[in-house]
């Protein structure tokens, strides 16, 4: 008998929950509803009418290299007189250096390579392991070159475009297959 009324205390407190627990639910979206109905009437409504934000989303999207206005003459202003002497010429800028820098292939490796030639990761040839690297030099250089710059998938692993550093040139990229190569012959 007490476990028949422990059940049915049980069962009443269990209806008695989830009716609660469903008019909290029912209350909750029925305020969400409520506050987005009023928002899209004033504040959503007050913002989409605000012409600062047209022009805000215009200033966003024009290209970088377009000027938003010509900058205007400045005032003429009278020129004092020209002294007797005349200024020291100034010497010229010198012209900028060519981009002609040996690219440090090491670091280009240790940046970008050996996250995965050290380890052997996805199938990665590692460093200095002249067995696994004789095959893929064997198909030639340009090919290593052109898996490393645009990404390989094969039967024995995959190599991402440029180790997954994007942000690398070809010749950074190049460089660093020459030392992998270098250092498995």
Not at 84 to 103: Q, Y
């Amino acid at each position: 008998m007490e476990s028949t009324v422990s059940a049915e205390h049980d069962r009443q407190f269990f209806d008695t929950f989830m009716i609660v627990l469903g008019a909290l639910v029912a209350f909750t979206l029925l305020v969400y509803f409520l506050a987005n109905a009023i928002h899209a009437r004033t504040q959503g409504a007050y913002i989409e009418e605000n012409p600062l934000k047209a022009e805000q989303i215009a200033a966003r999207l024009a290209p970088v290299t377009a000027a938003a206005e010509p900058m205007a003459a400045p005032a003429a202003v009278p020129m004092a007189p020209a002294p007797a002497t005349a200024p020291a010429p100034v010497p010229a800028e010198p012209a900028p250096a060519a981009v002609t820098a040996a690219v440090d292939a090491e670091a280009v490796y240790n940046s970008a390579c050996m996250a995965c030639h050290t380890l052997g990761v996805a199938g990665a040839p590692k460093h200095e392991d002249v067995e696994a690297w004789a095959p893929r030099i064997a198909r030639g250089i340009d090919t290593l070159y052109a898996n490393a710059i645009n990404g390989y998938q094969g039967e024995a692993g995959i190599m991402p475009a440029k180790g997954g550093r994007l942000d690398l040139s070809d010749d950074e990229v190049k460089a660093a297959v020459d030392f992998m190569v270098d250092a498995a012959q």
